[in-house]
């Protein structure tokens, strides 16, 4: 079965410092990975996605995140925090024909100046 | 205007009471999913569906049930509330078309509070 494992619920970050939210995943096959970030009062939006075209994935706002196959992670970075990158953070992996998502718990970032 | 609808936003019910969820879509996708927000938990599948005549349980369908009225609306009936299933509702689609494994799209969310 996959999971979804987000460690640390809450990181919090100076603003021009580096972020790291880190995830590990499980899956028995080549898995499909997602970094999705919620906004208060918001619904999800897509930062980046890993479908195995390459290890390393740029998405929005200047988030990337690198795809480890001998560690199982998909840790989301970004060099230089913002106060508006202040968001619930989710990890998700992609299941079935159905393309259901599966997703870890989240952490919460907070950037504070 | 937003490509994937959900109404009402915020409701309050009472314990008992039959509720129903709605979601509409405009991207024109095929699948749709209903997930459910608790803090600490994640997203939490409830349904999906491939398409008007295709509907599934997720992890968590008990007190649960869908319609796919039609290939742009799926709503999600709560038909006997109660104070655990108190939470942030979010209505996703993809696209089955576009091959692999398609990012999902998500509406803003309903939050039902049921007291």
């Known amino acids: 079965a996959q999971s979804v494992t987000q460690l640390g619920s809450h990181v919090s970050v100076s603003e021009g410092a580096l972020v790291l939210l880190r995830c590990n995943y499980s899956s028995s096959v080549p898995p499909y990975l997602f970094w999705y970030v919620q906004y208060p009062n918001q619904g999800l939006q897509l930062l980046l996605k890993?479908?195995?075209?390459?290890?390393l994935v740029k998405g929005i706002n200047g988030f990337e995140a690198e795809f480890k196959k001998s560690e199982t992670s998909f840790h989301l970075t970004k060099p230089s925090a913002h106060m508006s990158d202040a968001a619930e953070y989710f990890c998700a992996v992609s299941r079935g024909g159905y393309n259901k998502l599966i997703f870890g718990a989240g952490t919460r970032l907070a950037v504070h100046p | 205007d937003a490509d994937v609808t959900q109404t009402p936003r915020n409701r309050i019910t009472k314990t008992g009471k039959r509720i129903m969820l709605e979601c509409s879509q405009t991207k024109g996708h095929d699948r749709m999913y209903w997930y459910r927000q608790d803090p600490g938990l994640g997203l939490r599948l409830i349904y999906y569906?491939?398409?008007?005549?295709?509907?599934n349980k997720g992890e968590i369908s008990d007190g649960y049930s869908v319609s796919r009225q039609a290939q742009a609306k799926f709503s999600l009936s709560l038909e006997s509330a109660i104070p655990n299933q108190t939470a942030l509702y979010f209505c996703?689609?993809?696209?089955?078309?576009?091959?692999?494994?398609?990012?999902?799209?998500f509406g803003q969310g309903t939050r039902l509070t049921v007291v």
């Open positions: 569906s491939f398409d008007v005549k295709d509907i």
């Open positions: 996703a689609t993809s696209d089955s078309r576009t091959g692999g494994y398609t990012e999902a799209f």
């Open positions: 890993y479908t195995s075209a390459a290890t």
